[in-house]
T-cell receptor
């Protein structure tokens, strides 16, 4: 299994541009989520999905959109990039479980907004 | 979600055991204790988890205090590849739909050759 894959690895945007960060998993996990990590900080949840067609907001959703049309893919869209969105973005997936489930993370996308 | 408290940083010599502490004084009876680590320039990876009893796996051991208000991740023989940020996280065992993992700032472990 490839696990959780993310593309691109690096991206530079200008303020106001839009783009989509791709995330895919081949483990047939129902749950997928997006986190951002700013320098020296822990991870913060942006959006998550509990299955195809179902998404919900995390703690920092503003400026981002998501959709989940298939179990495998969970893209994150930046609508109009701002310098405050400069960060490393991690996608993650897991099977649902009552506290015992483990989360698998992708390698991350490093985004710089100028 | 209950909070966890970890030291910001720790150092250890290579090939020696490392004990990484975590305090979670407000833990509930159904919270599982999870540990993840994040190697430089990588996404976090699962290390170990437990509820009440001590746990061992190929990566580490988890020692849980009898009152469950603290736990310790034990790396039995640290190598340079164990240098990472280690996160202690609580997961609600009664909440089937709880997606959010609350990552604090973790403990940055430095291994001295």
């Amino acid at each position: 299994n490839a696990g959780v894959t993310q593309t691109p690895k690096f991206q530079v945007l200008k303020t106001g541009q839009s783009m989509t960060l791709q995330c895919a998993q081949d483990m047939n996990h129902e749950y997928m989520s997006w986190y951002r990590q700013d320098p020296g900080m822990g991870l913060r949840l942006i959006h998550y999905s509990v299955g195809a067609g179902i998404t919900d907001q995390g703690e920092v959703p503003n400026g981002y959109n998501v959709s989940r049309s298939t179990t495998e893919d969970f893209p994150l869209r930046l609508l109009s990039a701002a310098p405050s969105q400069t960060s490393v973005y991690f996608c993650a997936s897991r099977h649902p479980g009552r506290g015992t489930d483990t989360q698998y993370f992708g390698p991350g996308t490093r985004l710089t907004v100028l | 979600d209950a909070k966890t408290t970890q030291p910001n940083s720790m150092e250890s010599n290579e090939e020696e055991p490392v004990h990484l502490p975590c305090n979670h004084s407000t833990i509930s009876g159904t919270d599982y204790i999870h540990w993840y680590r994040q190697l430089p320039s990588q996404g976090p990876e699962y290390v170990i988890h437990g509820l009440t009893s001590n746990v061992n796996n190929r990566m580490a051991s988890l020692a849980i205090a009898e009152d469950r208000k603290s736990s310790t991740l034990i790396l039995h023989r640290a190598t340079l590849r164990d240098a990472a940020v280690y996160y202690c996280i609580l997961r609600d065992g009664t909440n089937f739909g709880n997606e959010k993992l609350t990552f604090g700032t973790g403990t940055r472990l430095t291994i001295i050759p």
